[in-house]
């Protein structure tokens, strides 16, 4: 019997190794196991299938051991690794690194120790120093990764050593997956006095006086917790909770932990059982989404996709809540997909109350032992669950899947670009789906020009919501032409006239604004102004960006940081100045053009914590902050109810991008940040900066005018060939040396146009065209819509292995990026 067996490697290839027949009882496809490859190393793979063919041409290995009694992965899983390292060309190794959650995969997975089974005075006599010493370390440290070992016997290949002493029963080599839940904490707050002491309680009143707001949090608490009834015993009350109640900001509270007023304290909460007492039924539909509810399973009947095509704020969610229902009512699971965590963060609230624990969270800001307990509890159970995740959740062990939806499925942020896969989560969960004869649900606003082409031309369902829910407005979209303003001299700092009056109203109105900046750090520019130098990254061809807070230089793409210089380095005057507006400094502007609001940020410097993405939208949410500003984050899907404007400080970097989906892209992100805006009673309006005011995509925005925008773009790509008239595959060749990286990909360009002709485009470098110390070449293959991928692709395998040898090539790393978005 032979298995063959995924290794964590970039190779295009599963490996065959044979089954020793005193395992041939336990293995099973999906179970991880420990296998040499090469002559020094070992690897923890995972089995894909089992045969009985026996390789010709090479000598087998044995499996050296079987790290699980039962499978890890579900065979469905793998089935969907293979479509993805097939379709996305790349290895199923980088799959199945992807798809595991760290506690889970191998390298960290596999530990080493003594058998204890095993009477080591057998041994005596026979070890070598180093087996001695490898002994000896772990008797007295009980259970080692291999890591661990090499670092500290300071031997290299430790496993070719290990591999004798495995096979002799000295030790034992097992899996360390985390069984531990890592508990949630939950934020609790108590008062200050013994129950019963009516004077303490007295005192305290008096202290809470003089002010309204700490009164009434004084108040809350006590009805919150029974105070007074002392006949039964004290409810314990959550910090959240007394928010809620009565309306006072963290600050309040903080103030009257300091008066000696209320105490604070964490409780450890089950993470799977949050406490929600009652479960809603979804709420009644209007008419009109009753209808497109009753289309979309009209359009299931006959097809495997249906796209929900519903204005901002028409209330996409509600319609998904009720599909939801139905299918957990049946039995099944649901994957709920969505582009961002910050999105997650607003939707678990929502779903939780209908849902509650039956409601399952997976994204990359989770803890590994969380995502560990999230892949084991699908992985032990058919439970019909609701899992709401981001992009990686595709990859979770469902069994039973009976509808995914995916919201905002025009996000450009469905597609991982680096590191592969470089998977489209949209695509790939509708071929999960259709794997589980399973429903796909697609929504958005401004759906992707590719997505609305398929549902125009009857491949997809499409259902059409054209009205906001309870006849909310779309918001007033106004456009500020910025050098006009300059020209007369209105402007204040970065605030046109038009916007700093909005936001002003706003204020006085007690309402809330959203200001939208493309960029993050403080100011994207830094030059001396007596002569002319710049900082630049070492290892990357862009500017290095300033943080404030740090005080330092940054590259945006591979993380080098550098101080501020004090003097120029290049001429040694004190003139480096910073140009340009990245959110620091917009928000520290906003500041002080508005001194009484409170302002916040959300952007990728801000949310790097776990939970801070929920705690800036908390804040948000419940008034405690007037102003937020932030990046394209601000701009999916996040519902918030006191906005009434939002300002896009500059379109114009949108607006000029180099791609030919740069229009769609800058449609879209304007369209969504416009639809934060009035999404109830009052009226929203929004003020788009720039200095290009007569761009025909502003005008298509201020008329809320999807299908006009969508049928000039669809023309323009038909015209030029453009997806989805054609696909796209990428071709990226990098090369530390730059001419090695030009060649070979001269090379590479001159072998394709071989076989495709004037498919092919370029080699040209990048935008950036250096990342990370290494030197990017890109060529374009445009292959016609109605061709063979298959094909394409097994020619594309070929073309490399023929060049392979080459040493322009051989010294490059090659990836494809199969439908760029
Ligand atoms: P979308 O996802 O289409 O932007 P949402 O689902 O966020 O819209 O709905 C916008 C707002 O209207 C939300 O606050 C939502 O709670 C409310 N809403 C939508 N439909 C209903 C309904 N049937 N009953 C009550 N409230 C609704
Ligand atoms: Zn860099
Ligand atoms: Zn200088």
């Not at 065979?75 to 889970?104: M, N």
């Not at 065209?769 to 298959?790: D, F, V």
């Amino acid at each position: 019997m032979f298995a063959e067996v995924i290794l964590p490697l970039p190779l295009y290839s599963t490996f065959t190794y044979s089954i020793p027949a005193d395992m041939r009882g336990d293995v099973g496809v999906g179970t991880r196991v420990l296998v040499q490859f090469g002559t020094r190393k070992f690897y923890t793979g995972i089995i894909s299938s089992i045969h009985d063919s026996a390789p010709v041409g090479y000598e087998v290995k044995e499996i050296s051991a079987l790290l699980d009694s039962s499978p890890i992965v579900r065979y469905p899983q793998l089935r969907l690794w293979e479509w993805i390292a097939s379709y996305y060309l790349c290895s199923p190794g980088e799959v199945y690194k992807a798809a595991l959650p760290t506690g889970l995969k191998p390298e960290s997975s596999t530990v080493v120790s003594l058998n204890p089974d095993f009477d080591l005075t057998e041994l005596e006599g026979s070890l070598s120093e180093t087996d001695a010493s490898i002994i000896q370390l772990l008797d007295s440290e009980k259970k080692l990764s291999v890591g661990d070992i090499e670092k500290t016997i300071k031997s290299p290949n430790i496993l070719t050593r290990l591999k004798p002493l495995l096979d002799r029963g000295v030790v034992e080599i097992s899996e360390k997956i985390v069984e531990r839940y890592a508990p949630k904490v939950e934020k609790m707050i108590a008062l200050d006095a013994k129950r019963g002491d009516h004077d303490a309680l007295h005192a305290m009143m008096d202290i809470v006086a003089r002010s309204k707001r700490r009164e009434r949090a004084l108040i809350a608490y006590l009805d919150l917790s029974g105070w007074m009834q002392e006949q039964s015993p004290l409810r314990e009350v959550t910090r959240q909770a007394l928010i809620e109640r009565s309306g006072a900001t963290p600050a309040i509270l903080k103030a009257m932990e300091e008066k000696g007023i209320f105490r604070f304290y964490k409780k450890v909460v089950n993470r799977f059982h949050s406490e929600v007492a009652d479960l809603l039924p979804p709420a009644s539909l209007s008419p009109a989404q009753e209808k497109a509810k009753a289309e979309i399973l009209n359009a299931f009947r006959d097809r495997q996709v249906a796209l929900l095509h519903g204005v901002t704020g028409s209330g996409k969610t509600e319609i998904y809540t009720h599909l939801i229902h139905t299918t957990l009512e049946a039995g099944r699971q649901v994957l709920f997909l969505v582009p961002e965590i910050s999105l997650t963060t607003q939707l678990t609230d929502r779903l939780r109350k209908f849902f509650g624990e039956r409601l399952l969270v997976y994204h990359s800001k989770f803890t590994d032992n969380e995502r560990v307990d999230i892949w084991k509890r699908l992985l032990h159970s058919n439970d019909p669950l609701l899992i709401l995740g981001a992009r990686s959740s595709v990859f979770l062990p469902f069994a039973n899947l009976g509808l995914v939806i995916v919201d905002e499925e025009h996000e450009a942020s469905f597609k991982q670009y680096d590191p592969a896969p470089r998977y489209n989560a949209r695509d790939t969960a509708i071929m999960l789906a259709s794997m589980h004869g399973a429903k796909t649900l697609l929504g958005s606003a401004t759906p992707a020009v590719d997505t609305y082409y398929k549902a125009s031309e009857g491949k997809y369902g499409l259902i059409t919501l054209s009205e906001r829910f309870e006849g909310a407005e779309l918001p007033e979209v106004e456009t500020v032409d910025m050098r006009d303003q300059k020209k007369r001299k209105l402007n204040k700092g970065i605030f046109s006239a038009p916007l700093h009056l909005a936001v002003d109203t706003a204020l006085k109105e007690k309402k809330q604004a959203l200001l939208f900046q493309n960029r993050r750090g403080f100011a994207p520019f830094v030059v001396c102004d007596s002569c002319g130098w710049s900082p630049r990254c070492v290892n990357c061809d862009v500017s290095l960006v300033y943080h404030k807070y740090s005080d330092q230089l940054r590259c945006h793409y591979c993380g080098y940081a550098i101080p501020r210089p004090a003097v120029c380095p290049a001429c040694g005057s004190n003139s480096v100045e910073v140009y340009g507006y990245g959110t620091e400094r917009i928000a520290e502007e906003t500041h002080l053009a508005f001194p009484e609001a409170r302002v916040s940020r959300m952007d990728l410097d801000t949310t790097r914590n776990k939970n801070s993405y929920q705690e800036i939208i908390e804040e948000f949410a419940s008034h405690d902050t007037d102003i937020l500003v932030g990046t394209q984050m601000l701009s999916k899907g996040l519902d918030f109810g006191d906005v009434t404007v939002v300002g896009v400080l500059g379109a114009d970097s949108l607006l000029n991008f180099p791609d030919f989906r740069s229009n769609e892209r800058a449609f879209n992100m304007l369209e969504q940040v416009a639809g934060r805006a009035g999404r109830r009673a009052e009226k929203g309006r929004v003020v788009i900066q720039t200095s290009d005011p007569d761009n025909a995509v502003l005008a298509f925005v201020k008329a809320h005018d999807y299908q006009g925008f969508y049928r000039r773009e669809i023309q323009s790509r038909r015209r030029l060939l453009y997806p989805p008239f054609s696909r796209i595959i990428n071709i990226y060749l990098k090369n530390k040396d730059p001419h090695m990286a030009e060649e070979g990909a001269r090379l590479m360009a001159d072998a394709l146009r071989n076989v495709f002709g004037a498919r092919v485009l370029g080699p040209e470098k990048p935008f950036v065209s250096r990342i990370a110390t290494w030197y990017l070449q890109s060529i374009m293959l445009k292959i016609e819509a109605t061709a063979s991928m298959t094909k394409v692709k097994h020619i594309l395998r070929t073309l490399y292995e023929s060049l392979a040898r080459d040493r322009r090539i051989k010294s490059s790393i090659i990836y494809y990026d199969v439908d760029p978005s």
